[in-house]
């Protein structure tokens, strides 16, 4: 059972562009939501969090939004640099443990 | 600092066999979590210790996996005897405490194909 789903596989943007991948939930007990980058051949590093009291967190680039009502969150790149090129993972945890779900990721493309 | 270390990188075995792969965590890190990323997925948490206790391995196949962390330190994951399913790359993670809020930092993975 899937618990954090992200529907797009791929997604490709031009470079300067605004990059947005989304992630959908189904469990309403999580309440910390995160979003990973994983290049090939490493290991997926943290890229920036939101908690469910907060609909929005900023840092630099990256901005992530949580609808609760929706069970949805996006990740929003602004500018969009090759660099970013790489999968994106969406995980959340909450509820009776502390382990995170894993989104199957989105791939992300930006063309100089 | 120095990051999350896993070995070996890749492994070749074929089916029946057995394997293990190691994992050094963050130092001072108390929480440590094995996953299992198989092709297209994401990864699936197999266990989680704290220092060297057990807090979650409710989806490690314990017929065939097994993982220990012996001084609450490096960790070995062990799958005894190997299945084609079994093919996916191994995720070692750590993280200072272990609150749902906290950051956990990955290892590059270990990527097992079984033959």
């Known amino acids: 059972d899937q618990q954090v789903k992200q529907n797009s596989p791929s997604l490709s943007v031009q470079e300067g562009r605004i990059s947005i991948l989304n992630c959908d939930y189904t469990?309403?007990?999580?309440?910390?939501f995160l979003w990973y980058k994983k290049y090939p051949a490493e290991g997926p590093t943290f890229l920036i969090s939101i908690s469910s009291i907060k609909d929005k967190n900023e840092d630099g680039r990256f901005t992530v939004f949580l609808n609760k009502s929706a069970k949805h969150l996006s990740l929003h790149i602004v500018p969009s640099q090759p660099g970013d090129s790489a999968v994106y993972f969406c995980a959340a945890s909450g509820g009776t443990g502390n382990q995170f779900y894993f989104g199957t990721g989105t791939s992300l493309t930006v063309i100089p | 600092e120095a990051g999350v270390a896993q070995s070996p990188r890749y492994k070749i075995i074929e089916k029946r066999q057995s394997v293990a792969f190691w994992c050094n965590p963050i130092?001072?890190?108390?929480?440590l979590y094995w996953y299992q990323q198989i092709l297209g997925q994401g990864p699936k948490l197999l266990i989680q210790?704290?220092?060297?206790?057990?807090?979650?391995d409710s989806q490690l196949p314990k017929d065939r996996f097994s993982a220990e962390r012996l001084k609450g330190v490096d960790s070995t994951l062990k799958i005894q005897p190997a299945k084609l399913e079994d093919s996916a790359v191994y995720l070692c993670?750590?993280?200072?405490?272990?609150?749902?809020?906290?950051?956990?930092?990955f290892g590059p993975g270990t990527r097992l194909t079984v033959l």
């Open positions: 210790f704290q220092n060297n206790g057990v807090v979650d």
């Open positions: 469990n309403s007990m999580f309440d910390y």
């Open positions: 993670a750590s993280s200072l405490v272990k609150v749902s809020t906290d950051t956990q930092y």
């Open positions: 130092s001072g890190h108390a929480t």
